[in-house]
Nanobody
Framework: VQLVESGGRLVQAGGSLRLSCATSGRSFSLYGMGWLRQAPGKEREFVAAISRDGGSTFYADSVKGRSIISRDNAKNTVYLQMNSLKPEDTAVYYC???????????????WGQGTQVTVSS
């Protein structure tokens, strides 16, 4: 599975953006999908995850209520809508896939290259 993120950019605090992750392969529905992020000097941390059928979603406390993860299995794509952005959301955001499961830790099988999100104050 190859993952390609897009949508990262510079945005002002309070703004919104939507990250997308397009995947290759014919088995997208076999993978739980997640978004994780890594800020400079910090460890990679969980942001949000969604089950294979989209029926279950999980969020880190830091983004809960401000973010929505979704997936379109027909388009092999997962999204992360982020609202009310804060400077502390600044990080490289990674899309990740976990075969036959979903994780709220960095325990994923496949990773994208990351997309930079910068939130200015």
């Amino acid at each position: 599975v190859q993952l390609v993120e897009s949508g990262g950019r510079l945005v002002q605090a309070g703004g919104s953006l939507r990250l997308s992750c397009a995947t290759s392969g014919r088995s997208f529905s076999l993978y739980g999908m997640g978004w994780l992020r890594q800020a400079p000097g910090k460890e990679r941390e969980f942001v949000a995850a969604i089950s294979r059928d989209g029926g279950s979603t999980f969020y880190a406390d830091s983004v809960k209520g401000r973010s929505i993860i979704s997936r379109d299995n027909a388009k092999n794509t997962v999204y992360l809508q982020m609202n009310s952005l804060k400077p502390e959301d600044t990080a490289v955001y990674y899309c990740a896939a976990k075969f036959l499961g979903v994780a709220t830790t960095p325990d994923y099988n496949h990773w994208g290259q990351g997309t930079q999100v910068t939130v200015s104050s």
